[in-house]
């Protein structure tokens, strides 16, 4: 079944009007960071509209390191959900094209790892010796000298006979994502893993500060495990059907009580797919079917929306600029429709 559910209505509408994308013939001469773009103030524009967002609905946005290659998802009036690749190469940027290591299944939710050696994924692609389409799992692909590897699934525990959606990484390793494996508060659960020894341990559910009776996804998660960016369904007090929601972990190892990042960041569509530019410098979510991003600066004032001292006290921590830092000293660190 594929996971976008909750936004089938308002999707449809969309595909019914999709072509083929908004690219013409002669694909513009884009140059320098983030496609050549104007970069965003602190109100949320479109990213690329026409090249990136498009007729079709678009979500994701994950840039390597060195700023010079974007995989971002794309649902394709088929249904099927599908990654798509930009690579700039002499300060120039090609158009956008099929990841190189997609299936003929579903594949989305691209998220590259600290050293920008592996990027994570999510899919339906068959194991070796299957057929067909599987539940959604984990999987991801190394850089080698020639381009990447075969993709790998990340196997158990991490992955389930369920679904697995959404993944991020810390810095050491420990794997966030959502799951609706049994035992969870609602239908979907955000969960971590810890990698200790060369292997996975058995994931861990988040807990009732994070997750509720409803539906939690989408977790993007500092790479030191201070805050935690995620998007709840339907939880009362929200703007829209889905909301982007923040919390921040404790000296205990236990979670803050998640605060709605507000009405500057959700509207009363869906709101999902957070993910931070690997400078810094930008916040891109995705809302309406297309790909948004505003700067950084506009998150360091979610004061205004009165969120709670922890996100009040929230700055740029000035020694890397992919980093961020809580002022009491805990917080550092830096998909797809709806399930």
């Not at 999510?122 to 692909?141: A, H, L, M, Q």
């Not at 494996?181 to 060369?198: E, L, T």
């Amino acid at each position: 079944m594929i996971k976008k559910t909750f936004l089938a209505g308002s999707l449809l509408l969309v595909i019914i009007f999709a072509g083929n994308g908004a690219q013409s013939d002669k694909f513009p001469v884009l140059k320098g960071a983030y496609l050549g773009q104007k970069p965003p103030g602190k109100t949320p524009e479109i990213f690329a509209p026409g090249i990136v967002s498009t007729n079709k609905p678009e979500f994701n946005a994950a840039f390597s390191l060195d700023g010079k290659e974007l995989f971002f998802s794309v649902n394709e009036p088929s249904g099927r959900e599908t990654m798509m690749f930009m690579k700039c190469e002499n300060n120039q940027w090609a158009p956008p094209r099929s990841a190189p290591f997609v299936s003929p299944q579903n594949d989305c939710d691209p998220f590259f790892s600290h050293d920008g050696r592996r990027l994570y994924f999510i899919s339906t692609r068959p194991e070796k010796n299957d057929k067909g389409s599987k539940d959604w799992d984990i999987w991801y692909v190394e850089r080698t000298d020639t381009g990447w590897s075969e993709p790998r699934n990340i196997g158990p525990p991490v992955n389930s006979p369920q679904d697995e959606y959404y993944v991020s990484l810390t810095r050491e390793g420990t794997i966030y994502f959502a799951s609706n494996r049994a035992g969870g508060y609602g239908s979907f659960d955000i969960y971590r893993s810890r990698f200790v020894d060369g292997r996975y341990l058995k994931p861990e559910n988040l807990g009732p500060s994070i997750n509720t009776k409803y539906l939690e996804h989408d977790p993007l998660i500092a790479p030191d495990e201070g805050y935690i960016l995620f998007t709840s369904v339907n939880r009362p007090g929200g703007f829209g059907s889905g909301d982007l929601y923040i919390s921040f972990r404790k000296k205990d190892g236990s979670w803050t009580e998640a605060q709605n990042l507000g009405k500057a960041f959700n509207t009363s569509s869906y709101d999902f797919c957070p993910m931070i530019s690997p400078d810094g410098k930008y916040f891109f979510f995705t809302s309406k079917g297309d790909i948004y991003w505003v700067s950084m600066e506009a998150v360091m004032e979610l004061k205004k929306i009165g969120a709670g001292p922890n996100i009040m006290s929230w700055r740029v921590c000035s020694a890397h600029p992919s980093l961020y830092q809580h002022a009491s000293g805990s917080l550092q660190g830096s998909r797809r429709s709806p399930p």
